[in-house]
């Protein structure tokens, strides 16, 4: 079992639409959790942490569930620019190394 | 201010040869990671410097890889000889102490080793 897993998609929606996507992860002891952004051909870039209360910036929101082991992010009010791969990234103990999952890819249509 | 630099931003060579990427992380950054990304494996971590000294190089793949950090601005990632499964992006990302989420990335490099 992957340590941290992500449906790849395509998740393929209107502008304007609310789209979800959730991420587990395996080591029940992880102690910090993120998402990133990747653009296409370019590099990763932090998008927001995951608190456990859930936290929200914007049109974008975080929630960490640790019983069920999974993270989530909405996005509400889709743009063309949120056209990208979302990583699910876990930091395992609080350390430096991150685990990141293999991204889902969100398409947002005219 | 620079984010972190890199370079080549391409590479092409033909298998057998060497090939060395670098690296230029922010300034005043004490952490820096080398990454490599494929489709099929994802973005995995190569090797970690601390304070310019490799603490986790568990990562690397073989001994054909090599890594160095000869002082706080610069890294090398070395491959020799390199082969056609070494082809991937490979990545640079710099923090600042051991805080995870903090890492910024630079603009990668592409290597096809044909």
């Known amino acids: 079992r992957k340590e941290v897993e992500q449906d790849p998609g395509p998740f393929n929606v209107p502008e304007g639409a609310t789209v979800a996507f959730n991420c587990t992860y395996s080591?029940?002891?992880?102690?910090?959790f993120f998402w990133y952004r990747q653009d296409c051909r370019k590099e990763p870039k932090l998008l927001m942490s995951?608190?456990?209360s859930g936290n929200e910036d914007g049109r974008f929101t975080a929630q960490l569930n640790r019983a069920s082991q999974y993270i989530s992010l909405l996005i509400r009010d889709s743009k063309l620019s949120d056209s990208a791969t979302y990583l699910c990234?876990?930091?395992?103990?609080?350390?430096?190394?991150?685990?990141f999952g293999s991204g889902t890819r969100l398409l947002v249509r005219p | 201010d620079a984010g972190v630099i890199q370079s080549p931003r391409h590479e092409v060579t033909e298998m057998g040869q060497e090939v060395t990427l670098r690296c230029k992380p922010i300034?005043?950054?004490?952490?820096l990671f080398w990454y490599r990304q494929t489709m099929m494996r994802g973005l995995e971590l190569l090797i970690y410097?601390?304070?310019?000294?490799?603490?986790?190089d568990s990562g690397m793949p073989e001994d054909r890889f090599s890594a160095k950090m000869p002082n706080a601005s610069f890294s090398t990632l070395k491959i020799q000889p390199s082969e056609p499964r070494d082809s991937a992006v490979y990545f640079c990302?710099?923090?600042?102490?051991?805080?995870?989420?903090?890492?910024?990335f630079g603009p990668g490099t592409r290597l096809t080793v044909l």
């Open positions: 990302a710099s923090s600042f102490g051991l805080a995870a989420d903090t890492q910024y």
């Open positions: 080591n029940s002891a992880s102690q910090s």
């Open positions: 995951v608190y456990s």
């Open positions: 990234v876990v930091n395992m103990d609080s350390s430096y190394k991150l685990i």
């Open positions: 300034s005043g950054h004490n952490s």
């Open positions: 410097f601390n304070n310019n000294v490799p603490i986790d």
